[in-house]
C-alpha cells in the first residue's frame, strides 16, 4: 500500500526559504510513471495546489507561487522535496504531499500524506 | 486559472437525509472534477473523479454528476460520519479546488 510522509522544519523565519521531503513508501517514484505533488492548506481555510514533479524530473508550478518554489526528486532516497523562497505570515499552513493517479499533471490527488504544519514567524 | 465555487459554504443536516453539495467552474472543464472529504485535522480523501466514478472503496451512497461547469456531490443518506468538509476540485487546467462546504449535524 502506498503512503506519503511529509518532513521538515515546523517553524520558519520570515524571509527564509521553507523545504519539506515527502517520503515515499510502498512504491517506487522513479518506476512508475506518475506525477506527485504538494498542495497546502492555511489555517482554516481551503487547499491551495503548489506544484507536481513527474517521474521523469519535468517540474509544474502554481503560477500564483510559481516564482518562489522549488520541486525535486532524490530517486535514491524514493522522496521528493518542496522549498519556497521569501516566505511570510502567508505561507503559514499544513503542506501536504499527494500521488497524482495516472499519467498526467491534470489529475486528482490519491493517496495524500498526513501533512505538516509550517508556521511562518519570527 | 478556472475557479472553482461551491454551494453552500456551510449547512446542517440530520443523518439520513440526502444532501446535495454544488460546484461551478468558470468555463468548461468537461468531467474532470474530483470530490473530496475532509475531517478535521486529517487529510483530503478522494470520494469521486471524472465527475462520477467512484473511488474504490468509498460507500455507494456517495454519488457525483455534471459535466461542463456544472457539478453536484450527492450523499444518499447521511451517517454520522459524513459530517465533515467537502472540496471539489478541477483537474481540465493545473489543478485548482473550491472553497470547501463544511457539513454539520443538525
Known amino acids: 500500500q502506498l503512503q506519503l510522509q511529509e518532513s521538515g522544519p515546523g517553524l520558519v523565519k520570515p524571509s527564509e526559504t521553507l523545504s519539506l521531503t515527502c517520503t515515499v513508501s510502498?512504491?517506487?517514484?522513479?518506476?512508475?510513471?506518475?506525477?506527485w505533488g504538494w498542495i497546502r492548506q492555511p489555517p482554516g481555510k481551503g487547499l491551495e495546489w503548489i506544484g507536481s514533479i513527474y517521474y521523469s524530473g519535468s517540474t509544474y508550478y502554481n503560477p500564483s507561487l510559481k516564482s518562489r518554489v522549488t520541486i525535486s526528486e532524490d530517486t535514491s532516497k524514493n522522496q521528493f522535496s518542496l522549498k519556497l523562497s521569501s516566505v511570510t505570515a502567508a505561507d503559514t499552513a499544513v503542506y501536504y504531499c499527494?500521488?497524482?493517479?495516472?499519467?498526467?499533471?491534470?489529475?486528482?490527488?490519491?493517496?495524500w500524506g498526513q501533512g505538516t504544519l509550517v508556521t511562518v514567524s519570527s | 486559472a478556472i475557479r472553482m465555487t461551491q454551494s453552500p459554504s456551510s449547512f446542517s443536516a440530520s443523518t439520513g437525509d440526502r444532501v446535495t453539495i454544488t460546484c461551478r467552474a468558470s468555463q468548461d472543464i468537461s468531467s474532470y472534477l474530483a470530490w473530496y472529504q475532509q475531517k478535521p485535522g486529517k487529510a483530503p480523501k478522494v470520494l469521486i473523479y471524472?465527475?462520477?466514478t467512484l473511488q474504490s472503496g468509498v460507500p455507494s451512497r456517495f454519488s457525483g454528476s455534471g459535466s461542463g461547469t456544472d457539478f453536484t456531490l450527492t450523499i444518499s443518506s447521511l451517517q454520522s460520519e459524513d459530517f465533515a468538509t467537502y472540496y471539489c476540485q478541477q483537474y481540465y487546467s493545473y489543478p485548482y479546488f473550491g472553497q470547501g462546504t463544511k457539513l454539520e449535524i443538525k
Open positions: 499527494a500521488r497524482l493517479p495516472g499519467n498526467s499533471n491534470y489529475a486528482w490527488f490519491d493517496p
Open positions: 510502498g512504491g517506487s517514484i522513479s518506476r512508475s510513471s506518475y506525477y
Open positions: 471524472d465527475a462520477s
